[in-house]
């Protein structure tokens, strides 16, 4: 018996951990890992070393690394100044591939691969594409990745570099993911979906670790997170969860949710009509049917967070302020969370003084450079 | 009395730690900084945090960080297995602005804003541009940065993103120099030389403290290092003799010296003339006149190392192997320490089944994509 099974984050129903398996049998919810044999539970040491996190692996020798995670948090004194508040930022721009995404996609392959997963498919908007490209290489596997052809031309380059087969989508985000579905029917080529995969967010997890040390045990009382399918989102609740299983922690962060008013499925409180759908910079976060929608929801209730959705003018602004007031050169997606953060300092769901964490999703050297 | 000054590398001559004092005023030699005062000595802990490490400020508070080096090792499996070696990388790449420079950059820039400056200029062939740019702003300090028009656009407009006046130079990078030299001359702005500030190589001295650790106190045989001005090259061996002193080391690695066939006053042992140098792929190294040349070959008779020069297509062909058989990838510069490896083995330099680490010192997201 295995140490961890899929459990339907909907009727809660178990299934075996199938790679193929992705959805729910019984009611098309999407599942996530449950660990269920704590005998044979396989830990991975993560936030330098101290804390223990269960994975979904037989062993620490399947696990693939190219040196993801243990990104920095600094401190940023001018927006702090400018909002009194204490703002800090992780610089997940910073793991090998450019973005957050290497966390989940090194759990995610580590897991298909120790299952004998030699060839997948991946949809992306390029960032979670560029990484499955370089881990599945490593991996020694074959990857088809799926990304719209109005993707940046550095995106679309990156996942090629590293070898995969590139298959460019003359079409938006979801028409992109709806082309991997198909080319994937009917073959036995795994289906490695970012957006679907169990396993993914057992990656994502170790940055809510990494902060409980980053902040000395002490959480930051607020966490702003651009949210397009919602998996590092819901990767740094699944860590605050288990921590204070383990009573590590008491009180947990306010998890904020921020999306562009153009594609705002999770912000515009169930008003969202897909149809009205329009293009945003923030190309990570174009997702108008995000899967894990509800999963989402159920975090912004549990945590107090807030769901916020801001304009594109506003996540241009901040892509160049955070360069020129902090040093710090983020991607579109990233900058919407600062567009975020000023709308919630405005609407007082963050008071003065109170501590903010941002998550610096992307690389600005990965995406379209502002004028 | 400071706890350090400056000291000619060649006529040994002291001089006060002024900023404006790059070069010694008897012989023109470069300058490096000696501590000569342990009392008043400062310290920062580098590598994980277990290793002290004499910086040249006068308290740790006056340190500007943007989450700079502890930059992860990867083991290089394939490579590995193609050379019959034990090859590992440095991720450089995975720092702030995409290269090694932060480290170098972080310190001078603490150090000059520790002394009050306010005004910096600063040539470079894009990568030390960038991190001069973000780390400036950071320090409220305004930056000039001078760039070869040529130099790739992602690293000019990274330049900019950050708020650096960026002059464009329509020339080599040595005429990016002298026209970096014209513009400060007779100003009261200081040149903030990556080549040329002491202070620069107290911060890549950091990369060596960290392998100590790296390699759980057992150092690799074999540090293969792209050069161009040698900063790196000289930051990591300034290091090892530290650690040596310390009495921490015995053994040294070969620091081995890789350069461009195109631009190679080192590899090409004194027989190079700066007249017949040609354009090269790798632009962080293509210097005709590196300030710092003596001191580079002092180190490769110290340390055992060999001076080597690629060819523009085993630079190129590496970029893509590196990307393909590791998933890691680089700029052109970074892989022609690659194309150095591989001569260095076919040349016995290197012989089977020694350990061999490679500092991957920038990202291929800042330069030309390869066709």
Redo the contacts between chains.
Sequence with gaps: MSHYEFECTECFRSHKADPQTLRCETCFGTLSVKYVNSKKQVNTLVG?GTLEMPIPLCSLSEYL???EG?????SMPNISSMFEVEAHAK?EF?????SFKDRGTAMMISALKSKGVHEIVEDSSGNAGASVS??S??AGMKAHIFAPLSAPR?KL??IK???SVLHEVDGSRDETTEAAEKFVKNKSIVYASHNLSPFFIEGTKTFGYEIFNDFDREMPENIVVPVGNGSLYLGIWKALEELKEKRLIKTLPKLHCIQAENVNPIASNNTWNKSEMKSTVAGGIAVGSPPRKLEVQSVLRQSGGTANSVKEASIVEWQ?KL???????CEPTSAAAFAGLENLINGKQIDKNESVLIPITG????DV??E
């Design positions: 330098g690394s190219l040196g243990n990104t920095p948090v600094v610089l910073m793991n090998p591939t450019g370089a881990y290489t490593r550095t380059n990156q570099i590293y070898g160049i360069a020129k007031y902090e040093g710090l050169f690389s600005g050297l990965k450079f502002p």
